[in-house]
T-cell receptor, first 110, second 113 residues
């Protein structure tokens, strides 16, 4: 069965304290892996797409990496405005369907 | 308006009511989606429309009825819902063809009494 697991479920960081969020997946055929950010009461906001093992993408304090079994979202020197839930989703070959994880709720304190 | 918009943003309804959720995308996409987001659960895909034809119905109860009159608009008609249907309903759009990113609207927070 295709499955996406995110860890940790929740993460509390001090401002400036770097860390990583994990997304592990077991799927029949990976077309792409997506990271989204979701603020309370809002829809998910697209961050990155990764297509092949070894690929990396960066945006401001965020860097996403991909291996054959998992993806990491590295947050460098986070700020309070980075507080949100981060969602990972995988897309299988020959389908529009996204399979989502349950998310990691990140809180960054000043 | 830009991106994907949804109305209403909040909806409270009784179990015997009939209501509709509306989604509109301003991105020139030709695929649209309905998702359900409940607390502590992953986003669940409900329906997919590609080029205005329904291509996926993810075993959703018949009390949810989608409608896609054109590539820019998507509706979700609701009737005789149950309290467990209370959730955030998200609409998304993308360019059909399995390769494009899905962009989400802000969602409708539905409460069924």
């Amino acid at each position: 069965e295709d499955q996406v697991t995110q860890s940790p479920e929740a993460l509390r960081l001090q401002e400036g304290e770097s860390s990583s969020l994990n997304c592990s997946y077991t799927v029949s055929g990976l077309r792409g892996l997506f990271w989204y950010r979701q603020d309370p009461g809002k829809g998910p906001e697209f961050l990155f797409t990764l297509y092949s093992a070894g690929e990396e993408k960066e945006k401001e304090r965020l860097k996403a990496t991909l291996t054959k079994k998992e993806s990491f979202l590295h947050i460098t020197a986070p700020k309070p405005e980075d507080s949100a839930t981060y969602l990972c989703a995988v897309q299988l070959y020959n389908t529009d369907k996204l399979i989502f994880g349950t998310g990691t709720r990140l809180q960054v304190f000043p | 308006e830009t991106g994907v918009t949804q109305t209403p943003r909040h909806l409270v309804m009784g179990m015997t009511n009939k209501k509709s959720l509306k989604c509109e995308q301003h991105l020139g996409h030709n695929a649209m989606y309905w998702y359900k987001q409940s607390a502590k659960k992953p986003l669940e895909l409900m329906f997919v429309y590609s080029l205005e034809e329904r291509v996926e119905n993810n075993s959703v109860p018949s009390r949810f009825s989608p409608e896609c009159p054109n590539s820019s608009h998507l509706f979700l008609h609701l009737h005789t819902l149950q309290p467990e249907d209370s959730a955030l309903y998200l609409c998304a759009s993308s360019q059909a063809g399995y390769t494009d990113t899905q962009y989400f609207g802000p969602g409708t927070r539905l409460t069924v009494l």
